[in-house]
């Protein structure tokens, strides 16, 4: 076999595992997620303006959040890598008239948003593919704005990740990655192939895991030809976020424990939430927003607003 072909076949190896990994976890009932996420089906860090608002409020401003970030404008057509349950898909095409496209290796989420944009009347404008981040085959520069919200801690290879985001998004586009990191205390020890608990938890719970350091990221998204437009720790706000999430699990035990899920899954969930709140408070784990736009060298650059204050909420 030539080297070309191992890779290749390398690389269809590790898709084919992903799938699986992911399956594992996201392919369960989405009854099961609606019983503790909220209505939005948003199963990511949520944003609070306050500390006492609850989940549909945080949920809503964590929308709001990404599209002023994004700058979105009516008629945008954008790309979500990792697109969940559509909870950015349908906000987008309904404030502000976006085609918008979604990747997941879901089966469950991609029939859900599928089917929900069909019941809404708007299949033209949100759709969901069921597709891998490594094998994106969409137009060269036919997204106004992409983003990626939660999903590059279950992808190992960033640079090729980051590399066809940019391929597919226009000169003028936006770029939001929002995701999971670990410091670099705890990244080393991983890299000199001595585990963790949170290691263990994550292989655990998710099926795959590669949660690099910040540096990484970043150095991906420039090895990418992106620069770093802004950037924005949020970590207290998942830690909010999931003790939500582990409240509604709690509340509602008797519907989901053997009758959506068997119960041993819902007492997986269960550890994995308080686990988390845990990681959070102890900054084991950080959760980080990065703006970025395309690095245009020795080209006109593009100007953007001169200062923060239209993502503030």
Request: proline share 2%.
């Amino acid at each position: 076999m030539t080297e070309i072909n191992k890779e290749i076949a390398a690389r269809i190896e590790k898709i084919t595992s992903d799938r699986r990994a992911i399956s594992s976890h996201y392919d369960l009932p989405p009854e099961f997620f609606m019983n503790f996420l909220g209505p939005r089906m948003a199963y990511s860090c949520a944003y609070f303006t306050d500390e006492n608002n609850d989940l549909i409020s945080a949920e809503n401003d964590k929308l709001r959040l990404k599209t002023n970030k994004l700058r979105l404008e009516n008629g945008d057509r954008i790309l979500d890598l990792g697109c969940g349950w559509g909870s950015f898909l349908f906000f987008a095409a309904e404030k502000y008239d976006c085609e918008a496209i979604g990747i997941t290796l879901s089966n469950e989420q991609a029939m859900f948003v599928n089917e929900k944009a069909k019941l809404l009347g708007i299949q033209n404008r949100v759709h969901a593919d069921v597709e891998h981040v490594y094998d994106l085959d969409y137009e060269t520069e036919s997204f106004d704005k992409i983003l990626t919200v939660g999903a590059i801690e279950h992808i190992e290879d960033l640079n090729l990740t980051f590399s066809n985001a940019n391929r597919l998004l226009k000169e003028s586009g936006l770029f939001l990655v929002h995701g999971m990191t670990r410091p670099w205390a705890t990244r080393s020890l991983e890299l000199d192939g001595l585990r963790t608990e949170v290691d263990d938890l994550v292989e655990m719970h998710f099926g795959v895991g590669h949660w690099k350091s910040l540096w990484e990221v970043v150095q991906a998204l420039e090895l990418s030809s992106f620069e770093v437009l802004d950037h924005e720790n949020i970590t207290h706000h998942y830690q909010l976020t999931v003790r939500r999430w582990l409240d509604n699990l709690q509340e509602n035990e008797d519907i989901i424990s053997d009758k959506i899920v068997p119960d041993e899954k819902y007492r997986e969930f269960i550890a994995f939430m308080a686990a988390y709140i845990v990681s959070f408070e102890m900054s084991n784990t950080i959760c980080n927003q990065l703006l970025c736009q395309k690095h245009m060298k020795d080209t006109l650059r593009q100007q953007g607003p001169l200062t923060r204050e239209h993502m503030i909420l």
